[in-house]
C-alpha cells in the first residue's frame, strides 16, 4: 500500500510521520461494588464535572469556532438524564467507571438511533466517556501530544472536538481521518486553523504509526513512505502557488472590474485577527454561539454588546453580519428547559424557532446588537437561521426594527425557503446562502456521515439549481444574495457562484486568498458561461469539469 485516497477538504500539503490516534481507554471491568454508593456516586459525579471543565478550559483557550463546539460538547457530561442513569447504576452495585461507560453506552444508542444531528454526535459522546472513565481509573487521558520534534500527520478513524481544539500548525502538518465529510467538525476546524486535511479516507487507521505520510489537502491524495524527490516536488508545487496567492491583494473582483466583497466567517472576536491577516473585507457570518453555549445562564446584555462591538470596531467602515443564535438540535442551552420530546430534533425547535418559543432571548440579543451598531462605523447586517417561510421572514424584520436595527436578513438553508425565495425576500433585507445545511436538508444526507460525501457535495446540480432560485428570487426584489457556507472557500466552485449571481463570499479565512486570486484572473461572462455549464451537467462531477473547461486562469494557481 503505497497510497490512500480520501475527500480533500482543506487544500495544501502536509508532510511527517503519522501519529495513529487510537483512543485506546481500558473497559472498566464489570465486578459488584460493595462500599458506600453515596460515596461512589459522588465520585462519578466529580469526575464528569472535571471533564466538563476541561472541555471548557479547552475551548476558552482555542475560542472562535472550537470553543462553541466544545462548549456544547460540555454540556454532555452535565447532562442529568445521564447523571441519573450512572446513580442508577452505582446503586445497583455498579462501580463509578463501569456506571458511565454502561449510561454512555446506552445514551450512544439512542443517539445512533436518532440519526440526524443527534447521530453526528455519537463521536463527542463517547470522547466525554472515555475521558470521564479515565479519570476514574487513575490512566491518562485521551489527548494528543502539544509538542513534536516535528509537525506529524494526525491520523484517526474520526476525531473530537477536544482532540484538535488547542493543536496548531506547528505541531500537525496535516489531517486524515476515516470517516467525516466536508462540512464535518475536522474539516470546518482543519480550514480554520490552514491545514491540510483528507477525510473519508478508507485504511487510514491501519497506517503503520510513525510511517512518513504526504497529504495533498486539494486531491484528497495520502502519499505513504513518499521518496524524498516526490516530497521536494510537491512542496515546491505548493510554494509556487502560495507565492502567487500572495500576490492578489485588495478588494475581491472578477477580472473586468465586477466587484465580489469577499468576507470571512468567524466563530468570535479572536478569530479577528486571522481576518483581518487574509485580507477579510469584512465578516459574513459570525457565529454568536459561543456566547450562549456551556453555561447555566444566558449572557447579560453587556456581555454581549462587549463582544459583538469587538468585531464591529474591527472593520470600521466594513460590513460584518450576525447570525443570531442557532441553537438546538446538537446545540442545546443548558439554560433553557428542554424541548420535549423530539423524535428529530434536527427538524425540530432550533435557530429561528426556538427565538419564537424564548422571544426573551432574542429580544436581548437584538438589544444588545442595537447598542454596539450605534457605537461602531462597521455596517451591521443581522440575519435568522433555519427561516423556511415568508411569514417567519417578516416576523424576524419586524423584531430587528423593533429593536432598531437597519436591518433584518435570513439564511437561506431549508429548500422550501429557496423554492419561495421570492416570497421571503419581499419581507426580508437580504439573503444568506447556507450550502452545509441546505445540502443537507436537499438530499437528506447527514454531513457528518462519510459515507455520504458524494451528496455533501456542493456541486451536485440540483443544490446549484436552488442557489440560483434563492438568488433569482433576491434580485427580483432587488435584495443582495451572498453565500456563506462552506462552498464559498472552493475557488472553483466561488467563480460559478459569481456566475450564478451571488453577491458577496464568505468563508473561513484562510480560503480568502485562493478564492481572490481565482476571481480576479477571470471575467465575469466567463464566471457566468462555468455556471452555465455547471447547472447543465447530471452529476458533481461533471458539474466541476464542465466549468473549469471555461476558467482557463486556474491552470495558473494550480487549482
Known sequence: MSALTGVGVSPGIGFGPGYVLTHEVPMPADVTRRDDAAAERARADRALEQVAADLEERGT????????????????????????????????????????????????????????????????????????????????????????????????????????????????????????????????????????????CPGAISIAPGTPVLVDGASGLVRLAPSDAEVTTARNAAAARAAVLAAATGPGMTADGHAVPLLANIGGPRD??????????????????????????????????????????????????????????????????????????????????????????????????????????????????????????????????????PSGGVMIEVPSAAVRASDLAEEADFFSIGTNDLAQYTFAADRQVGTLTALQDAWQPALLDLIIMAVNGAVERGKACGVCGEAAGDPVLACVLVGLGVSSLSMAAPALPAVRAALARHTLEQCLLAAQAARAATSPQEARSAARSYLPGLAQLAL
Not at 148 to 155: F, H
Not at 168 to 190: C, M, R, Y
Not at 321 to 349: S, Y
Open 272 to 405: 479577528v485577527d486571522t481576518a483581518l491577516e487574509y485580507g477579510a473585507e469584512g465578516v459574513g457570518l459570525y457565529r454568536t454561539e459561543f456566547l450562549f453555549l456551556g453555561r447555566t445562564t444566558a449572557p447579560d446584555e453587556q456581555e454581549q454588546e462587549a463582544a459583538y462591538l469587538e468585531v464591529l470596531n474591527a472593520f470600521p467602515g466594513g460590513r460584518v453580519v450576525v447570525r443570531t443564535l442557532d441553537a438546538g438540535a446538537d446545540k442545546p442551552l443548558a439554560f433553557l428547559p428542554p424541548q420535549g420530546n423530539e423524535p428529530n430534533p434536527a427538524l425540530g425547535e432550533r435557530g429561528l424557532r426556538l427565538f419564537r418559543t424564548h422571544p426573551e432571548i432574542m429580544n436581548a440579543q437584538l438589544g444588545a446588537l442595537a447598542r454596539a451598531a450605534a457605537r461602531s462605523s462597521a455596517k451591521l447586517q443581522v440575519m435568522a437561521p433555519m427561516v423556511a417561510t415568508a411569514e417567519e421572514a417578516a416576523w424576524f424584520a419586524a423584531a430587528c426594527k423593533d429593536a432598531g436595527l
Open 61 to 200: 483557550l482555542a475560542g472562535g469556532e472550537a470553543q462553541a463546539i466544545l462548549n456544547a460538547q460540555a454540556l454532555m457530561a452535565r447532562d442529568p438524564g445521564l447523571a441519573v442513569g450512572v446513580a442508577e447504576l452505582i446503586d445497583a452495585g455498579k462501580t463509578a467507571a463501569r456506571a458511565v461507560y454502561e449510561a454512555f453506552g446506552g445514551y450512544r444508542e439512542m443517539l445512533v438511533e436518532a440519526g440526524g444531528y443527534l447521530g453526528e454526535r455519537a463521536a463527542d459522546l463517547d470522547d466525554v466517556r472515555d475521558r470521564a472513565v479515565a479519570v476514574l481509573e487513575g490512566v491518562p487521558m485521551p489527548g494528543l501530544p502539544s509538542r513534536a520534534a516535528q509537525p506529524y500527520v494526525l491520523i484517526a478513524r474520526d476525531l473530537a472536538p477536544a482532540d484538535t481544539a488547542l493543536l496548531s500548525k506547528d505541531v500537525v502538518a496535516a489531517f486524515v481521518t476515516e470517516q467525516g465529510g466536508p462540512t464535518s467538525h475536522t474539516a470546518i476546524l482543519a480550514r480554520a486553523m490552514g491545514v491540510p486535511a483528507v477525510v473519508a
